[in-house]
Every structure is written in C-alpha cells, then in structure tokens.
C-alpha cells in the first residue's frame, strides 16, 4: 500500500504558475505508476497527468498539454505537477494518484490509491 500527501495550491492570477507535490509513504514508491487528475465544481473528475515508474514515459491531457509537465523523484518518493499560463478554467481540487498500473491511471482512470486533494483557484 502506498499513502499520498499533497501540498501546494493556492491562489494565482491568470498566467501565473504553481507546483502540486505530492509525497508517498512506503519503500515502494518506484514501482508505482503517478498520474494527477481534478474536479471543478459541479463537473466530473478530469484526467490531468501521468508519469510511469521510471520516469520515462509521460501522457497529458490536451485541456493542459503544454502548460503542465510532471515529474517524479524516485529517491523522494515525491510526485510534481507544475502548472504554468494558468487559466480560471484550471480552477479545480487537484488529486495525486497512484497504481501499479500505468493503464489504469491514463485509460481507465481508476487508480488504487488517492491524495487528499488541494485547491488550485485561478482569478482573472
């Protein structure tokens, strides 16, 4: 099993920039694929990004392809979303994730185990 603890968010205007980390308990971290996803009110949780076990493998969402990237620190068993040119529409709570499993992260959207969620709010 793995937990995740997330920090970062806040508040930033338009175009600025914030960094999510999102850090994991256990010796296991580096088998685990990390992906990030977000819900907005009243809208269904969204896919945002995901990064496999190495490191070396990435899929993005189009909604944040080029503003977003992810990275992980394998020797920190830490996960990073770093959002830049934000726009109000990325207002959302953002969750970390993991699972053995690449795929169920970016295709099925269904990973084992949750963050507790932060808050991301982008003001015109």
């Known amino acids: 099993q793995v937990q995740l603890v997330q920090s970062g968010g806040g508040s930033v205007q338009a175009g600025g920039s914030l960094t999510l980390s999102c850090a994991a308990s256990?010796?296991?971290?580096?088998?685990?694929?990390m992906g990030w996803f977000r819900q907005a009110p009243g809208k269904e949780r969204e896919f945002i990004a995901a990064?496999?076990?190495?490191?070396?493998?990435?899929y993005f969402a189009d909604s944040i392809k080029g503003r977003f990237s992810i990275a992980r620190d394998n020797a920190k068993s830490e996960v990073y979303l770093k959002m830049s040119n934000l726009k109000p529409e990325d207002t959302a709570v953002y969750f970390c994730?993991?699972?053995?499993?690449?795929?169920?992260?970016?295709?099925?959207?269904?990973?084992?185990?949750w963050g507790q969620g932060t808050q991301v709010t982008v003001s015109s």
């Open positions: 990064i496999d076990w190495t490191g070396a493998t990435e």
């Open positions: 994730a993991a699972d053995h499993n690449y795929f169920n992260i970016i295709r099925f959207e269904q990973p084992g185990y």
């Open positions: 256990g010796r296991t971290f580096s088998s685990y694929a």
